[in-house]
Each structure stands twice: as structure tokens, then as C-alpha cells.
């Protein structure tokens, strides 16, 4: 998704920032068993779609994929991937779409490479192992922009010179609203967040409105990889219990939440966690890495909820989780909310009841 696709012969050509029916030249830069990846040279017949990408550094960067089209036409190339993505589950109604406000100016959070040496900061280009440079990188809200901006005015000037390369982590406070900085420490050392403030608070807008009406004060709601339970936070039942494996010191103080420590990944994890929460739960709400949830089942035995809500930055590893569940759930309206515009990144969202 979002590279163009060529073929010669046997050979099937991945090359990025193209559009369909588009001609022109490329260069391979990797191969691997009969398929090859390639940097595009020149456009020679361009697709009526094309348009000049906003963003200065948009050709070399490998971080933005869809600034040579329309934002509406980058919707439907999204909407098109999870339609494909999809196929396997039956799901109850239209897919729909859920754009951001705006296409720059979203990111609250970026991480960026230093090479003292090469005396370069930016983001890394996986494919070529180098650090591709980007002082005006429009994805960062602008308080994060500026900030990124005086790093390159003022090289190295607080860098860790102990360490000649690593990673500065750029985010933006949720409480205080600042600009905060880290060198070499874990993404999201200070607790996980969506990059996106925005299309957050739209999804917590969808899923309650779905769950809402079936639950009370009393209901249980169990969040998995929740973290700071950003996704149940909205909920007014007294009976919710967040699950993750993180630092207690990152766990929020409120009187909804209940938070418990524990690898979900880890073998029995459901049935320890049956026992804490009390049995059978009204809501299960999931929100895992992008390696999914392949034990989704051993839970839904256990713990069977009535109400599924399932949100995913990656929708094949979704599927695959809930094809295994199919037979007991019925799923309904999957949403595609565009927390990564101009990426070909995306949230997908789908919710599911007991049969």
C-alpha cells in the first residue's frame, strides 16, 4: 500500500511514491527472491492524480507516502487496503471512513536519529541504514516543529557526546502542553500515547456511543493493553479494569479504573486475570501491538464478554485474530479512522456481539 507496482517478466517492482497507470524510470536498490524494491527516478507520463507534494523533503524522506495526491484520494487508497484487508471476516455494514481535520500539524510525538559523526539528525531511512535530514517536517504540531527546527540551528548542543549515535525522543507534554525532549530511551518512556490528540478523542467519540447503551454502573469492562485505559476512560462504570504490563509510577489515580499489572502475553495470563476481575465481563475492550492478539480466544473462553470492541494500527494481524472468534461473534461496522495522514498507517476499528 501506497507504492506503485510494476512487473518485467517474472519479476514484480515495488516502487514507492507512484500512482496507477503512472510511467517512468526507477532505480532497484534491494531484491529478494524474485521481488525488488526501487527508488522512483523520473516521472515520464504522470497520473492526473499527481500533485506537488507540500513538503520539502517528501522525495528523499521515508517517513510520508501519499503528499503526491490529494488527501481524499489517499483516503481512498486507505479505504481500498482495508476493504481487501477485510475479505476474510464478515462484517455487517459499510466500512467507514473517519478523516482527520488536517493533514499536517497532528503528530504529538517524534523520534528522530543522530549521527555525531556524520554530524546529521533525522528520521532513518530503514532500506538505505542512513539518516535522512528533515528541519521542516510537517507532520509534528507546530510547538514540536519549532522545537525541531533550533536542533538543527544548534547541532549537538545538548547531545549526549558519551554516545555517538542514538535517538531523541520530541513530545508534547498532555498535562503541562510542552515541548519535552529524551535521549536514548524507550518510545514512549513516559507512558504510551496515541500520536494523534485529535482522532483519539473521535474513536473514544465512536466507541462510546456504541458501548454506552449497553452497559450501567455496575457493568464490567475490561481494557487489554490498555496503558493509562485512554480507551475506557470515557466509560462512567466503577467496575473497569485496565491490563497492561508497564511501570506502576505511569498508572493514573482515578475513582473509575482499576489497574493490574500483567504480561497478557504470558501462559494462563486469562485465567489469572478471570480470577482478579471475577469471571465473565460485559465489554472487552482491545487495543494490542502490531503483532495483534493470537490468544484472543483462550480470553473471550474465559472471560466471555458480550460486547467486543477491537481497535488495530495493523488490520491483517486484526483478522487473524478474529477469524478464530468467528464463530461466537457477529461483527459489525468497521471504521477506518486516519490517525496517520499522509502515511500509509492507519486505526482500524470494528465491534463485535456475542452471537
Known amino acids: 500500500m501506497g507504492q506503485g507496482v510494476s512487473k518485467i517478466g517474472d519479476k514484480i517492482i515495488f516502487i514507492p511514491k507512484t500512482l496507477p497507470g503512472e510511467e517512468g524510470l526507477c532505480e532497484v536498490l534491494q531484491s529478494k527472491k524474485g521481488v525488488e524494491f526501487a527508488k522512483l527516478s523520473s516521472i515520464e507520463l504522470p497520473s492526473p492524480d499527481r500533485v506537488r507534494a507540500e513538503c520539502p523533503h517528501f522525495e528523499d524522506c521515508p517517513s510520508c507516502h501519499y503528499l503526491h495526491t490529494s488527501y481524499a484520494n489517499e483516503l481512498l487508497h486507505k479505504k481500498n487496503a482495508i476493504q481487501k484487508e477485510l475479505r476474510p471476516i464478515t462484517i455487517q455494514g459499510e466500512i467507514e471512513v473517519i478523516p482527520a481535520d488536517t493533514r499536517f500539524d497532528y503528530r504529538n510525538r517524534i523520534q528522530l536519529h543522530y549521527d555525531l559523526n556524520e554530524e546529521k539528525i533525522g528520521y532513518i531511512d530503514v532500506k538505505n541504514k542512513r539518516i535522512n535530514e528533515v528541519p521542516h517536517c510537517l507532520l509534528p504540531q507546530k510547538i514540536i516543529q519549532e522545537k525541531v527546527k533550533s536542533l538543527y540551528q544548534n547541532k549537538f548542543k545538548g547531545f549526549p557526546q558519551k554516545r555517538e549515535t542514538g535517538h531523541i525522543e520530541i513530545y508534547v507534554n498532555s498535562k503541562t502542553n510542552r515541548v519535552e525532549t529524551a535521549f536514548n530511551k524507550a518510545y514512549a518512556h513516559a507512558g504510551f500515547t496515541q500520536v494523534n490528540f485529535e482522532m483519539n478523542e473521535k474513536a473514544l467519540s465512536l466507541i462510546h456511543s456504541y458501548v454506552a447503551p449497553k452497559i450501567n454502573k455496575t457493568s464490567l469492562v475490561i481494557d487489554l493493553f490498555g496503558g493509562k485505559g485512554n480507551l475506557s476512560r470515557a466509560f462512567s462504570t466503577s ?90 461473534y457477529h461483527f459489525h461496522k468497521a471504521h477506518l479512522l486516519d490517525f496517520f495522514p499522509a502515511t500509509y498507517h492507519y486505526e482500524s476499528l470494528i465491534f463485535a456481539n456475542f452471537k
Open 239 to 328: 467496575n473497569t479494569y485496565v491490563v497492561d504490563k508497564y511501570h506502576p509510577k505511569y498508572i493514573p489515580k482515578n475513582d473509575i479504573q482499576k489497574f493490574i499489572n500483567l504480561d497478557i502475553f504470558k501462559k494462563k495470563s486469562h485465567k489469572n486475570l478471570a480470577k482478579q476481575v471475577g469471571g465473565e465481563c460485559d465489554v472487552l475492550l482491545i487495543d494490542p501491538p502490531r503483532s495483534g492478539f493470537k490468544n484472543i480466544k483462550l480470553f473471550t473462553d474465559v472471560l466471555k464478554p458480550k460486547v467486543i470492541v477491537y481497535m488495530s494500527c495493523k488490520t491483517s494481524t486484526m483478522v487473524r485474530d478474529l477469524l478464530s472468534i468467528d464463530n461466537e
